[in-house]
Every structure is written in structure tokens, then in C-alpha cells.
């Protein structure tokens, strides 16, 4: 009986391993097709309009700015996306932006683009038009006038 | 236009320059000033900060670091969970902000697991901070995600 459970236990532990890698391998595919169903999406704590967190409700703000639609997953909703994501772009913190598929950044540096103008000519790469963009020419040609 | 565009601001993080002034004075004392200054790294009432400043002065051999624990604006005061960093250095010469981000995370993989989870960094070449592009800004307000 003892022998039986002794090699009963290892192969177990290594089925549960086998199944959790299989769970995780599945999760990085979903989170890779995630990231490609929208030209911008965005991983963050609560949803757009009630964020749970201040850093993730930073990126919804910058992203209305410039009026910029987006899918946006909630990780608190979703404990293994909460991981897979981190895993998925090997970054350790929430929110995270993607645009056309790739991984921008998070608050710090979606924060940092907006201020430098940088998040305009990502966004006009991805084809989309930011808000401010069409507000600065319109504002330009006011002073032109 | 790019005048514009500095000049917009989140307006949910307004009121949180002058917390942020008020944070990073009280750390002033410990600031670094260079790599002679004997550096409380032992200092055991703040053991996650004290890791966080040794291993990237060890690392990085910052011209300038300052640590805050922002810990107390959120639902986990006394403790040390969020943190803002700013550092100087010239290790980040020619690395794009998310190689620098990346590079601060890999040295402080260990406290990230151990509990800290927010993490805001301003990474600078002293160049880039000399020419005056001090875009720190606040950190945002809690929404309660409840130490999550």
C-alpha cells in the first residue's frame, strides 16, 4: 500500500504539472489573439468606467483624451489573465497598452508618450486619428485665419 | 501644437504634485549624492526600500535615485507596496523606455514577488535630466483595487 502511494504521489504532482502548463500555454494564446482583435487593447484593474486602480484609470483618461476606443479586459475578474498577461509580455505590473498587436507600456510610459507627443504618431501608425491631433490642426487654422 | 500638448494634463492627478513634493522632501536626507555617501541599507524599518536602493545602486550606479513609498495613498498604509522611483543614470543611454522599465524589473524581479505591486518608474540619462525634460508626474489617486 505504501509503495503504491509513494508512486501514486509523483505522478500526480506531474499530471497537475502537465495540466497547469497546458491551462497556461492556452491562456498565452488567448491573451496573443486578445491583443490582435483590436488596434488598441488594454489590460488594466476594473473596467474603463470604474477603474479599481489609479494607474490603470490614468491610461483610460489619457486614452479618452484622445478619444481612442479600445477593448479593455478587467485582470481582477480574471485571475489567470491577471497572470498570463504578465507572462505574456514578461512585465510585472497592471495596466498594460498594446496598439497594432504590440506592447507599449504601461502607465509610466503611456503617460511619458502623451506628454511628448509620441502616442499621436503611435496611434496614426495603427491608423487611427487621436482627438488632439484633429483639435491642434483645427486650432491652427484658427490662428492662421 | 507640441505647446498644447504639454500643456494637458490628467485631470485626475492634479492635486497630487504637491504630495508628491511633499513625499520626496521628507526623503531628501537619504537622497544619493554619490557612491561614497554610506547608505543605510540595512535599515530595518524599511527593509523592501533598503533592498530596492542597494540593488539598484549596486547595479546602476545611479547619479541620482530617490525612493518613495507611496504605500500611504493607498488601502495598505505601514506597509510597503507602491513605489515610485526616479533614477539617474547612464546605464539607460540608448535604451528605449521600455528596455529601462524592464531593465529596473529583472533587478527588483525578487521584491516584486514578495509583495511589492506597483511600481512607477522615471528612468533618465543625466543628459536627458540636465536639458530639463523633468516630466515627473504625480502618481494617481487609489481606486481601492483592495491591495490587488
Known sequence: ?145 | MNSLLRSLTINTCGNFHTLLSRSLSRTAPNMIQSSETSLPFDYDGAPIESSIRKKLTESLSPMHLEIVNESYMHNTPDSETHFKLLIISTAFLNKSPIQRHRMVYELLDEELKKGVHALSIVAKTPDQWHEGKRDISPSPKCRGGFGK
Open chain 1, 1 to 145: 500500500m505504501n509503495v503504491m502511494r509513494s508512486s501514486y504521489r509523483p505522478f500526480k504532482l506531474a499530471q497537475q504539472f502537465l495540466n497547469f502548463s497546458a491551462d497556461a500555454s492556452g491562456k498565452l494564446k488567448e491573451i496573443e489573439q486578445m491583443v490582435k482583435n483590436n488596434k488598441v487593447v488594454v489590460f488594466m484593474k476594473g473596467v474603463p468606467d470604474a477603474p479599481r486602480c489609479g494607474f490603470s484609470n490614468a491610461v483610460v483618461q489619457i486614452l479618452r483624451m484622445h478619444d481612442v476606443k479600445y477593448d479593455a479586459h478587467d485582470v481582477l475578474a480574471d485571475e489567470s489573465l491577471r497572470n498570463g498577461i504578465k507572462e505574456f509580455s514578461s512585465w510585472p505590473t497592471i495596466p498594460q497598452v498594446f496598439i497594432d498587436g504590440e506592447f507599449v507600456g504601461g502607465c509610466d510610459i503611456l503617460l511619458q508618450m502623451h506628454q511628448n507627443g509620441e502616442l499621436i504618431d503611435q496611434l496614426q501608425k495603427a491608423g487611427i486619428s487621436s482627438a488632439l491631433l484633429k483639435e491642434a490642426v483645427e486650432g491652427d487654422k484658427k490662428n492662421d485665419k
